[in-house]
Nanobody, 125 residues
């Protein structure tokens, strides 16, 4: 599966952005899809994830209540709605996907073999 991420940009603190991760080559059925982010000088970290089958969602504590991950089956696309953005959310955001991601590994970047190109999110104070 090939992933195409889009939707990043520059926004003021308190604003919103919606990221999209579209799949091509095959459907997302059976996959776990996640958004990771990497700020300058920091390690890549998990932000949110979703099971395509069953629609279970998972979030990093610091984004709970502000970010919402969702899927559109017809469009074979996963979204990350980001509200009440903070300067510390500034990072390059990557979508990732893989089959057979066990629950304990959902937050680990090494659990995902398929990655999209990053999209920059910059939140100004």
């Amino acid at each position: 599966v090939q992933l195409q991420a889009s939707g990043g940009g520059l926004v003021q603190a308190g604003g919103s952005l919606r990221l999209s991760c579209a799949a091509s080559g095959r459907t997302f059925r059976g996959y776990t899809i996640a958004w990771f982010r990497q700020a300058p000088g920091k390690e890549r970290e998990f932000a949110a994830g979703i099971r395509w089958n069953g629609d279970s969602t998972y979030y990093k504590d610091s984004v709970k209540g502000r970010f919402t991950i969702s899927r559109d089956v017809a469009k074979n696309t996963v979204y990350l709605q980001m509200n009440r953005l903070k300067p510390e959310d500034t990072a390059v955001y990557y979508c990732a996907a893989d089959e057979n991601v066990i629950l304990s590994a959902i937050t680990r970047s090494t659990a995902y073999d398929h990655w999209g190109q990053g999209t920059q999110v910059t939140v100004s104070s």
